[in-house]
Each structure stands twice: as C-alpha cells, then as structure tokens.
C-alpha cells in the first residue's frame, strides 16, 4: 500500500511539474527577450503537458525543423494555441500541429496550424471572441484568457488568428515571425 501511495505521489508530482513547465514556456518569462527557443522543447513540453489529459499530440518532426526556429513571442503563441485545442476537444481526440516555412506580404513566416479533432470538439464559450483584440477585454474568462493573450501576442508583429471551427474539429491557424 505505501509503494503504491508512494508512486501515486511521485506521478502527481511530475504532472504538476510538467504542468508548470508548459505554463511557465506559455504565459511566463521562461528564456530572454527575443531568444529563439528549440522546438525539440516546445513539443517536448507540450507533450509532457497534455499526459494524462484529454488530448493525444501529434506534433511530427518535419525535416527543416532546426531552421524554423521560433522566438519565444512565437512558441507562446503555438503553446496557448495548443491550451485552447486541448480544451476543445472534451470527450478525448488528437492536437495536430502543423508549421511550415513561408512567406506573407514580403516577410519570411512560419505559417502555423493547431487542430483538435475529437467527438463534439468547439472552442469553449468567448474564445473566438476573445481572438479579436479590438473586442471589449472585460468579457474574458479562464478559458478565453489564453486566447486573447495569443492574439495580443500575434498582433504585436502584425499577425491575427484565425478560428475554423468544424463538425467534430477546430482548426487555428496564425503566422509567426522566425527567430532573427
């Protein structure tokens, strides 16, 4: 009985761990102004992040990952965007992630897709509100925070998020500026 409460209190404690880390890389000051941070972490983090919770993370290695660099403006952005796919899939699916390298009225991007796929996926109430910046922010609520911060985020190098919700999906999608 006391291994088993022994290694019920250990997992727990790497889940919060996890947990923090993700939090710390999503909303904190994890890293310096302008550094790019690895995405090897950023999924490594979002995985550890999403164990044990609703949603399974498909977030594949793509070839030229060490040259899609993000700075720390954009793995925020990609990691809350994570948060809200997560939290739109209630009963259980899959997050995709898709980043590819591209270009937007002249300015190298990393064009960037979260999906959640899962029975009766939707954004959860004020998300898509919360997305446009010019919206009120005294309508925010613990799911829709996130939100608004990722379009702040976005907005600060000219960027926006768009929200495709879908039967039994959602797609994000936004442009993010490459590390210098």
């Known amino acids: 009985m006391q291994k088993q409460a022994l290694a019920l209190l250990a997992h727990?404690?790497?889940?919060?761990?996890?947990?923090?880390?993700f939090m710390?890389?999503?909303?904190?000051?994890?890293?310096?102004?302008?550094?790019?941070?690895?995405?090897?972490e950023a999924r490594q983090?979002?995985?550890?992040?999403?164990?044990?919770?609703?949603?399974?993370?498909?977030?594949?290695?793509?070839?030229?990952?060490e040259k899609l660099?993000?700075?720390?403006?954009?793995?925020k952005i990609l990691l809350n965007l994570?948060?809200?796919a997560n939290d739109a899939i209630p009963r259980g699916g899959v997050v995709r992630i898709d980043l590819k390298r591209g270009e937007s009225e002249g300015r190298?991007?990393?064009?960037?897709?979260?999906?959640?796929e899962g029975s009766g996926a939707r954004l959860a109430d004020g998300v898509e509100v919360a997305f446009d910046i010019a919206g009120?922010?005294?309508?925010?609520?613990?799911?829709?925070?996130?939100a608004r911060l990722a379009a702040n985020l976005a907005a600060s190098f000219g960027g926006s998020i768009?929200?495709?919700?879908?039967?039994?999906?959602?797609?994000?999608?936004?442009?993010l500026v490459p590390a210098q």
Do not use: Y
């Open 45 to 65: 983090t979002a995985l550890d992040f999403l164990t044990d919770g609703r949603g399974e993370l498909d977030w594949p290695v793509s070839e030229d990952e």
């Open 82 to 84: 994570i948060l809200i």
């Open 136 to 146: 009120a922010a005294d309508d925010l609520n613990p799911r829709s925070a996130p």
């Open 108 to 116: 190298a991007v990393i064009h960037a897709v979260v999906r959640s």
């Open 12 to 21: 727990s404690a790497e889940l919060a761990a996890n947990r923090l880390k």
């Open 24 to 40: 710390r890389l999503a909303f904190g000051a994890a890293g310096g102004e302008g550094v790019a941070i690895n995405l090897t």
């Open 69 to 75: 660099g993000l700075d720390k403006t954009g793995v």
């Open 162 to 175: 768009s929200a495709m919700p879908q039967v039994d999906a959602v797609e994000l999608s936004v442009d």
